[in-house]
Structure formats: C-alpha cells, structure tokens
C-alpha cells in the first residue's frame, strides 16, 4: 500500500476546518499524478509537502521531477519520509537509522537541481508517523507498529538522530495527538523538533505533549486546489491562533519561517511594542530569534490579540499573522481514586468550573479502564471489563483555549464465583447438559453434553464479569472448541453475554455455543458457529437459570411491579429473575416482556401472555463485551429507562448504546 499523501487514519472526519488564515499556506503529495506546480503557487501557496520514501522498500518515482518543478515554480519542499518501525527483523523493513538512510541515499541526495543542503528552497526532512496503515492485514499488526512505548521513542529518536547527520538540518515531526499519546505515552522528549500536526474539522489542533505550539498545521485532507487533480491534503504554517493561560508562565513558543526552517539565512524578528496594534499580549515578549516567553496578565482573562510579527528583509512569509487567546485555567474536579468491581455499570459526572465568560467547557479522558467512554459533556459511563489499575487523566478545554486536567486512579478488581448458579440445558436439541467431565479442574478440559443430574459438574455460575464458571474454572472458547481455564476475568475469549433465542454468545468472536444433533450420546462436545440467529437453529438455545437483568443506570436492574415494567434497585427478588427464552421471548416466571400493538417510540412495556407474536419477541443485540440491547422485532426499538428513579415505568425508544438502553442479560 503507497500513500498518496500524509493522512491521518479514515475514521477521523476529512472536511475542511472553518476559515481561517495563516501567514503561508501548502500542500503536501504522495507518489501519485504530478501536480502542476505552477498553477499550485499562484493559487497562494508558497510550500508543498512532498513523499520521498516509505520504510526501506518503496522510492516514489516522481520524487527528482516532483521536487525540480515544485522549485522552480518557487515552492518550498519538503520531502517527507513515511516511516514503518514493524519489526524489521520479521518484515525487512529496516531499523530506524536504515530507514533515514534509505531515503537520503536513494532520493534526497540524489536530487542535484536543486541540491538539497545548498538550495534556499529545500526545507528539513519530515518523519512521518502516524497510524499503521497496515492494521489487520498481512503484517498483523497495531496502530503502534507492534511496539511498546518506550520502543517507540527510541525507535523515534533513532531516525531522528540519523536524518539530521544525514541532511545537515534538523527533522520536523509530522504526527497526530492521539497517536503520540497512545504510542509515546506522551513523551516530550521531541520537543525541540518542528511540528507538523495533523487534525481536521477544528478551528485549531490539539497538541501532542512536548510542544506548545505547532509548525504546521495539516487542517484537511480533502481540499481543492488549482493545480491538483482530486482531493489534497493542505496546510498552514502555524501559529493561527495560540492558546495561553492568564496569569500563567507559558511554555517558550517558537516562530518559524520557511527561510529560517530552511537554515542557510538568519532570520530575527520583531513585533510592536506593548499597546500598538499587532503587538503581543502583555506580559509577553519576544526574543530577536522569535522565541515567546513570559506570563499574560491575570486580568487579561478572555481576551484576544491580533499579532503581527515581522521577520527580516527578504524571509518568507514576509509577515506572521495570527490570534493569541488568552483564556482561564479551567478547575476540573477530581472524583478521588475510584473502585469499580469488573461487570459493574458505571456512570460518573466529571465537574468542572471554567472562568472564561460565555464558554462551555469539553472533556476528554486518557486512560480510562476497558469498556468506559467519556462523552464531551464529561459523563463517563460503560462496564469495565479487564482488571486491573489504571491512571486516568480527565481534560476539560474550551473554545477560548481555556485547559485544565485532573488525575485519578481507577481500579478494577476481579471478582469471585458469586452469582446465579444452576444448569445450562440444551432446548430443543440433545436436551442434555453442559457438563464438566468428571468433575475435573484441569486447564483445558473440553466440556461435553451429558443427562442433566445436577452433580457439580453440571452447577454453572453466571457471574458479573461475563464469566460462567464451575468449580472454579471458567468456561472459554478457544477456536471451535468449549474448555474449562483458569479465570481471568477481562479475557474475551472467557466472557459470554446472552443472544436471541437463548444464545449463547461468545465477546470475543461473536459465535455461539452449538451441538447440532438431536439425539447425542452422552459425551458429545459442544463447538464454537456462527451463530444463525433464529428459532429453528435448535443447536444454538441453552436454558440457564433465571437471573437479573442490570441496566447500565448502576444498581439498578429490570423489574415487574404487576404487570408494569419498570426500573428497580437490584435485589435477590422473583420479580427480577428474567429468562431469555429459546423462542426469542424474554421471560419473568410465567409472563412475557410485551410491546403494545403498533408501538411508537414512548410506548410503555407490559408483562403478558407468551403468544410467540413480534409483540413478544426480543433481539439481544450485543453492544460491548458486557453490555446488550434488547430490541423489539415488531418495532425494532430498544427497551429503555428514560427516568434512573426507581420505579420509573420502562419504554420503547431509538436505540441509542446509552446506559439508559444497555443491559447485561445473563
């Protein structure tokens, strides 16, 4: 797979950001079609952004033509270097130095009009790194390339040191936010180098730790441009607008130009004096090298500064234009060390008090435990899922650039064999039971089917964590075949969550435990299909003790009061033991959960007589390792809690994966 350009991954939105301006605008290119670079630079651009090398395996052959003609139609260049750090050993993609090399020897160095290090347009080389474009193909890898993060660092670190020996000029980074958090672990030990960040659909980026402000700014990746046949990435050179707190030191932030970035001529800078137009916030100043530094003034809180820098004679861009904000520091309120057992909803408010007027502050998490999520108006909510203890950091930023962050532990633990214990029957197929041989406790012992005779091997507990365990090993699917392992709760392969027709349904792969014949010999061992979901697929419907139904509000759980359906505290009552039956019904003693005739989203459920109509029949449709909605077939809404009180009368809504409309049906 070649690029055709910097991209961050296709999840993240592609439109272009509102308008703003910069001081030099570009465009950066893969290895596709030539551009005409002329028309490109009369259209305003003044750099362009072009790829070189990809691990040590692919040279774009329009790289000599691409870089002669961007040149001489007056663009900067920027060749740029994608990097692949997958275990070179394995893949033959070469190590980080080899990488730089690659790229030097094969393409950069190669171009003589103009030469790299004596050209007044050839800027540094560009690291590109981002997410493996690779994920879940024939290098079976990650979006960190296979590597920890300190590997990753080092493995940073190491192209770095190579390319400036190489080029003479010091790298830029291209990356994004996310990705440097998730594969650095935010290491700031690159800050020292020029940035090139990438993110869309903002008016401005997020920046990744180590840097307190960008180079560049990659704002798109579907622009049209004069010049360019179809989409193209575009960019700024940055700052447009910078972000500091009142009353707080900033980090030092420099400017750049395309003339000093290129370092073969000196640039200096100046900026009008304090009280003119175009000047920096007070507090501020700014070193003849363009480097900011000092602390905006307390009262200057929620105000803006139209600055204008002016580089020396004959620098490109001939000016630097661009908003500084000088925003609050937002309070986030920490919710102190958390505790949270594995398979318990959560749902938790995070409160912040933010000084700026008129604006709202949005939150985002890092570290949050497996299965929780955080929305932007701070409420994380989901089920945990894997034990163990997690450092989660809560960040709260406004439109003005106010921050501010609080950190915290959450803890899961695993839990014990407590929970509804009883047999688990085939109905309508063997009418046999799962049953551990012998009452063995052996790691690996495959599970078979034999007469139900409630010995303990037949004793199944459904515990929160997914988990269904017997004698203190948990049941696992492992390919197509049904074993008993030792717990360790959080393993997918270990979690199992109720399907339609009284399914049951592995987290890891979506396929349900089976046995297709009708008449087997004791013994027979169940596998592992795809699952058909329908009521005829006999081999697929298991019976298991009737057993509460959690709702995603925590501690509470579906109930009956009459015939009423409604939210109620969890308690070891009959009146919330649900069964999710064979046929599709989902069932409280005697009763069905019944939908009213020609139901609309509001409408309110009911306990009634099991008819086997759509009225009464339910699709368990999974939305996590833990958590279920339960769909009408006749309406196709979800059974939903739009009160958290207890006693509150359950309805059919749109679905929507909300702790309101999620459910853990055992």
Known sequence: MIMTGLAIPAAVATHATAAVTSSASGVDVGGAELPTWTQVQMAGNSFVGIKATEGNYYKNADYVNAVTAAVAAGLYVMPYVFANPYDSTATGNGTAKQQADYAWTNEISKVTDPAYQTSGQMLPLVLDIEPDPYINTEKNSNQCYG??????????????????????????????????????????????YPLWIAEYDVSSPALPAGWNSYTFWQYTSNGDVPGVDGDVDQDFL?????????????????????????????????????????????????????????TPLASDLGQQYAVTVTPSAGAVPSSLTFTWD?????????????????????????????????????????????????????LITGWPSVPGTYSV???????????????????VPAVADSGVTGQVRQVGGTG???????SSTANGTLVNLWSCDGQPGQRWTVVQDGTIRVLGKCLAASGTSVLLWRCSSGFSNQ????????????????????????????????????????TVQSGEHWNRPAAAVYSGDPGKCLAAAGTAVVLASCASTAS???????????????????????????????????????????????????????????????????????????????????????????
């Not at 190491?158 to 672990?185: H, R, S, V």
């Not at 349904?505 to 396929?511: E, F, I, P, W």
């Not at 089976?514 to 979901?533: D, L």
């Open 238 to 294: 940055g700052p447009v607008t910078q972000y500091s707190q009142a009353g707080a030191p900033i980090g030092p932030v420099q400017l750049q130009t395309l003339t000093s970035l290129n370092g073969l001529t000196p640039v200096t800078y100046t900026v009008p004096a304090a009280g003119n137009p175009g000047a920096l916030p007070p507090g501020l100043t700014m070193s003849p090298s363009g480097q900011v530094t000092g």
């Open 576 to 666: 919330q033991d649900w069964t999710a039956a064979s046929d599709g019904t989902v069932r409280l003693g005697g009763q069905c959960l019944t939908e009213a005739a020609a139901a609309t989203a509001g409408s309110a459920l009911s306990l009634g007589p099991c008819s086997a109509a759509a009225a009464t029949t339910w699709q368990l449709t999974s939305a996590g390792p833990l958590a279920t909605e339960v769909v009408s077939a006749a309406s196709g809404l979800c059974v939903t809690a739009p009160s958290s009180a207890s006693g509150a009368a359950l309805e059919i809504e749109a679905c929507a994966a909300t702790p309101a409309d999620t459910w853990h049906v055992e």
């Open 495 to 534: 979690q199992w969550h109720a399907g339609t027709d009284g399914e049951l349904v592995s987290a890891q792969s979506g396929k349900c435990l089976y046995f297709a014949a009708a008449n087997a010999a004791n013994g027979s061992r169940p596998t592992m299909a795809t699952c058909a979901n329908t």
């Open 393 to 411: 950091t809560v960040s709260a930023s406004d439109g003005l650039g106010g921050m501010g962050s609080v950190s915290f532990t959450w803890t």
């Open 432 to 438: 046999k039971c799962l049953d551990d041989p012998s």
């Open 326 to 378: 000088v925003a609050g520091m937002i309070t986030v309120y920490s919710p102190g060390n958390r505790r949270t057992p594995a398979g318990t909803p959560v749902s938790l408010r995070i409160a912040a008090s933010d000084p700026d007027p008129g604006y709202t502050p949005s939150f985002a998490a890092t570290g949050l435990p497996t299965g929780l999520s955080m929305s932007p108006s701070g």
């Open 147 to 192: 590597l920890s993060q300190a590997a990753m660092v080092q493995w940073i670190g190491a192209f770095l040191a190579e390319a400036q020996q190489d080029t003479g000029k010091t790298p830029i980074i291209y990356t994004t936010a996310g990705w440097w958090d998730a594969c650095t672990g935010d290491s700031t030990a690159f800050g020292g």
